[in-house]
């Protein structure tokens, strides 16, 4: 079904499937296939492909050459199997040749939130659950059943290992690659290590001054110390009776299954090795 007020290209190819909100535009050389929802006021820029199932958002953007939907990049994932398809949230901005990957389960699709900003040539991998404010910049990638919270930020061309988890409000410093969880609120400055706290993060989001504090010194006093994870969680949790934040991040720790990237500086090797 299209809306009156939708306009498509005559050089587009749209599913009889696909149903188009007012507003909707779609550009040349477009490939809409299967069952495709698009809200009001979807851009669809030139070249780009989406395939069903998949729900976008009012006031979402697509860029040229875009790729959203396709076949999971998994080898247990067949010509038969089902997916439940990609889930976009509203207002997203997704630039030329960007992809997000349909799920392999058949009933829980590949999200991404409300406002999320993928770069050009970033890229969502199946399952992953992406929140809202999330900026992936150009080159970013997600592997498989990734977790990202809101308003983190992915610098230009970061890794993301399978099954990782990212927090609110962190981010992962350009070019480097993440294999264990990165908790709320930290940046991540080396491979696999935090180096300090999103500051200017937490100030954009509003936290206030006394709880930006609360989690500079959970940070250098509890993540960069040698406590166990039980000692680290039970402080986190004292503290945040003051101070929410240090709640959540005892949260995300507690329920981390790769372990969360250890903080401080590694040790330097020696001039012999």
Known sequence: ????????????????????????????????????????????????????????????????????????????????????????????????????????????PTTVGNNVFMMATSHVGHDCRVGNNVVMVNGAGLSGHCEVGDRANLSGHTGVHQFCRIGRLAMISGGLAVGMDVPPFCVVDERNRLGRVNLIGLRRSGMGPGEIDAVKRAFRELLRGSASRTALLEELRARGREAPALIEMADFIEGSKRGICPAGRPPRMSEHG
């Open 1 to 108: 079904m299209i809306d009156a007020s939708a306009s498509v290209h005559p050089t587009a190819i749209v599913s009889d499937e696909a149903e188009l909100a007012g507003g909707v535009e779609i550009g040349p050389y477009c490939i809409i296939e299967g069952r495709v929802r698009l809200g009001e006021g979807v851009r669809v820029r030139p070249h780009a492909v989406l395939s069903g199932p998949m729900t976008i958002g009012d006031a979402t953007s697509i860029g040229p050459f875009a790729t959203l939907g396709a076949p999971p990049q998994d080898f247990k994932f067949g010509p038969d199997s089902h997916t439940a398809g990609v889930v976009i949230g509203k207002g997203c901005v997704i630039r030329e040749y960007a992809s997000i990957h349909a799920a392999t389960s058949p009933d829980t």
